[in-house]
Protein backbone atom coordinates (compact mmCIF):
# COMPACT_ATOMS: atom_id res chain seq x y z
CA UNK A 1 0.00 0.00 0.00
CA UNK A 2 1.17 3.41 -0.97
CA UNK A 3 0.06 6.34 -0.08
CA UNK A 4 0.40 10.11 -1.23
CA UNK A 5 -0.46 13.30 0.75
CA UNK A 6 -1.06 16.90 -1.06
CA UNK A 7 -2.69 19.90 -0.66
CA UNK A 8 -0.42 21.65 2.30
CA UNK A 9 0.44 25.13 2.32
CA UNK A 10 0.22 28.44 3.85
CA UNK A 11 -2.80 30.34 4.75
CA UNK A 12 -3.21 33.36 7.32
CA UNK A 13 -5.74 32.27 10.64
CA UNK A 14 -9.53 31.35 10.01
CA UNK A 15 -8.57 29.73 6.26
CA UNK A 16 -8.79 26.55 5.33
CA UNK A 17 -7.20 23.72 2.98
CA UNK A 18 -8.07 20.88 2.03
CA UNK A 19 -5.80 17.81 2.91
CA UNK A 20 -5.94 14.56 -0.14
CA UNK A 21 -4.71 11.13 0.77
CA UNK A 22 -3.73 9.19 -2.49
CA UNK A 23 -4.29 5.06 -1.80
CA UNK A 24 -2.56 3.14 -4.40
CA UNK A 25 -2.49 -1.16 -4.09
CA UNK A 26 -5.34 -1.19 -1.39
CA UNK A 27 -7.28 -4.26 -2.29
CA UNK A 28 -10.65 -4.60 -0.74
CA UNK A 29 -12.39 -2.37 2.12
CA UNK A 30 -10.56 -3.61 5.21
CA UNK A 31 -8.98 -0.54 5.56
CA UNK A 32 -8.67 2.54 8.16
CA UNK A 33 -7.07 5.50 6.84
CA UNK A 34 -5.77 8.06 9.27
CA UNK A 35 -4.33 11.50 9.30
CA UNK A 36 -1.64 12.53 11.72
CA UNK A 37 0.62 15.52 12.22
CA UNK A 38 4.06 16.83 13.89
CA UNK A 39 5.19 19.58 14.97
CA UNK A 40 8.61 21.07 15.40
CA UNK A 41 9.90 19.41 18.46
CA UNK A 42 6.59 17.44 19.19
CA UNK A 43 5.52 13.71 18.97
CA UNK A 44 3.35 12.79 16.37
CA UNK A 45 -0.78 13.03 17.52
CA UNK A 46 -3.65 11.93 15.65
CA UNK A 47 -5.85 13.86 14.30
CA UNK A 48 -8.49 11.69 12.52
CA UNK A 49 -9.65 8.08 10.46
CA UNK A 50 -12.10 6.72 8.44
CA UNK A 51 -12.90 3.12 8.32
CA UNK A 52 -12.83 2.87 4.39
CA UNK A 53 -15.86 0.47 4.47
CA UNK A 54 -18.74 2.34 6.24
CA UNK A 55 -17.07 5.82 6.13
CA UNK A 56 -16.90 5.86 9.77
CA UNK A 57 -15.08 9.02 11.36
CA UNK A 58 -13.01 9.06 14.20
CA UNK A 59 -11.56 12.33 15.73
CA UNK A 60 -8.93 14.13 17.99
CA UNK A 61 -10.93 16.18 20.76
CA UNK A 62 -9.10 19.25 19.50
CA UNK A 63 -10.58 19.05 16.02
CA UNK A 64 -13.80 20.38 17.71
CA UNK A 65 -15.76 19.53 14.29
CA UNK A 66 -13.18 21.63 12.04
CA UNK A 67 -11.26 18.84 9.90
CA UNK A 68 -14.64 16.37 8.48
CA UNK A 69 -12.65 13.20 6.79
CA UNK A 70 -14.09 11.38 3.75
CA UNK A 71 -13.04 9.40 1.31
CA UNK A 72 -14.00 8.61 -2.39
CA UNK A 73 -13.97 5.43 -3.10
CA UNK A 74 -13.64 5.88 -6.82
CA UNK A 75 -10.52 8.17 -6.27
CA UNK A 76 -9.16 5.68 -4.08
CA UNK A 77 -8.64 9.76 -2.43
CA UNK A 78 -9.18 10.16 1.54
CA UNK A 79 -10.07 13.87 2.45
CA UNK A 80 -9.64 15.87 5.82
CA UNK A 81 -11.27 19.52 5.10
CA UNK A 82 -9.70 21.89 7.44
CA UNK A 83 -11.41 25.01 8.23
CA UNK A 84 -11.04 27.64 10.96
CA UNK A 85 -7.22 26.85 10.89
CA UNK A 86 -5.02 28.36 13.61
CA UNK A 87 -1.04 29.22 14.13
CA UNK A 88 -0.74 25.68 17.00
CA UNK A 89 -2.35 23.23 13.14
CA UNK A 90 0.84 24.32 11.81
CA UNK A 91 2.63 21.06 11.41
CA UNK A 92 3.83 18.18 8.43
CA UNK A 93 0.75 16.09 8.14
CA UNK A 94 0.47 12.72 7.18
CA UNK A 95 -1.66 10.01 6.12
CA UNK A 96 -1.22 6.42 7.17
CA UNK A 97 -3.24 3.54 6.46
CA UNK A 98 -3.86 0.28 8.52
CA UNK A 99 -5.61 -3.19 7.15
CA UNK A 100 -8.15 -4.72 9.42
CA UNK A 101 -8.81 -8.22 10.09
CA UNK A 102 -12.81 -7.35 9.81
CA UNK A 103 -15.05 -4.58 7.94
CA UNK A 104 -15.99 -3.10 10.82
CA UNK A 105 -13.06 -3.27 13.21
CA UNK A 106 -12.57 -0.03 15.74
CA UNK A 107 -11.14 2.56 14.48
CA UNK A 108 -7.84 3.77 16.75
CA UNK A 109 -5.73 6.65 17.22
CA UNK A 110 -2.99 4.34 18.28
CA UNK A 111 0.24 5.65 15.64
CA UNK A 112 2.02 2.17 16.08
CA UNK A 113 -1.48 0.82 14.63
CA UNK A 114 -0.66 2.19 11.27
CA UNK A 115 1.83 0.28 9.24
CA UNK A 116 1.84 2.08 5.97
CA UNK A 117 2.81 6.03 6.01
CA UNK A 118 2.67 8.29 2.77
CA UNK A 119 5.42 11.32 3.04
CA UNK A 120 3.75 14.84 4.83
CA UNK A 121 2.56 17.57 3.29
CA UNK A 122 3.36 20.92 5.27
CA UNK A 123 0.53 22.50 6.64
CA UNK A 124 1.65 26.23 7.83
CA UNK A 125 -0.81 28.99 9.64
CA UNK A 126 0.17 32.81 9.99
CA UNK A 127 -1.24 34.70 12.95
Known amino acids: VQLQASGGGLVRTGGSLRLSCTVS????????IGWFRQAPGKEREFVAAIRWFDGDSYYANFVKGRFPISRDDAKNTVYLEMNNLQPEDTALYYC?????????????????????WGQGTQVTVSS
Open 96 to 116: AARSTASFRQTLTKEVNSYRY
Open 25 to 32: GRTGSKYH
